[in-house]
């Protein structure tokens, strides 16, 4: 079952720093960003952090968004494509806009959700197991689906899995992953370490003595030629 969202909506301005100077930007507060397309010359804009991170929270990679661009009459059809975070701070560094053409095929990657109960989990039969987070589908940008959820309710015992071909999704969207993939899957319980026997006081203390052995110091000339060529 795939899910769709409304429109969103965001505003940006045309940028002229580039390169290095950009830094200056994130300093302030502004996000660097640039629009891009198959028909469209790329075009460096910039916008408020603190208004990119909720509608990207929102729209992920999958959402249509009304892009506004400052001064200019009409709103842009984008995707966003790719999100630069800074590695310690996660905040975003750089953003990538796709304007895509309305009646032109797009092609994506749609996370996968989970719904419902599954028995086997809920009677702790087995456990399970997701292998793919996301699947790859084709659509027209305004009916890309926000995700597809998978209901687990129908797995009942180990072995028992949901294959991507099952999975139903809405008119105009086809799922490119191969059909025999699978989505979920229910996985025997896993077994319980047993603990080792406990260590009989003879053996415990013989090592003792061996480990005071080892502590004797070695002469200088004793030494092994590795242990030389390492110093």
């Not at 975070?85 to 560094?93: G, I, S, Y």
């Not at 015992?157 to 799922?175: F, H, R, Y």
């Not at 490119?176 to 896993?190: G, H, R, S, W």
């Not at 370490?193 to 003595?209: K, L, N, Q, Y």
């Amino acid at each position: 079952m795939t899910t769709k969202k409304e429109k969103i909506k965001l505003t940006v301005e045309k940028r002229k720093v580039t390169g290095r100077k950009v830094r200056a930007l994130r300093q302030q507060g502004i996000l660097p960003a640039n629009i891009y397309g198959k028909k469209e010359k790329s075009l460096a804009v910039q916008l408020e952090a603190k208004s990119f991170l909720p509608v990207f929270k929102e729209a992920g990679e999958t959402s249509l968004i009304e892009l506004k661009v400052a001064d200019e009459k009409e709103a842009r059809p984008v995707l966003i494509h790719n999100v630069q975070f800074h590695p310690v701070e996660e905040t975003p560094l750089h953003v990538e806009f796709y304007q895509v053409d309305l009646k032109e095929k797009v092609t994506t990657k749609v996370p996968v959700e989970l719904i419902g109960e599954s028995p086997a989990i809920k009677d702790k039969i087995g456990i399970l197991i997701q292998p793919l987070s996301e699947v790859e589908v084709e659509a027209l940008p305004a009916d890309l689906p926000e995700k597809i959820e998978v209901d687990i309710s129908g797995l009942k015992a180990v072995d028992e899995t949901v294959l991507v071909g099952s999975v139903k999704v809405s008119e105009g969207v086809k799922i490119l992953t191969d059909e025999k993939e699978v989505l979920v899957k229910i996985e025997p319980p896993a077994k319980e370490e047993i603990a080792p026997p406990p260590v009989a006081e003879a053996a415990v203390e013989g090592e003792a003595a061996e480990e005071t052995q080892e502590e004797t110091p070695v002469e200088e000339e004793e030494k092994k030629p590795e242990e030389t060529k390492a110093e």
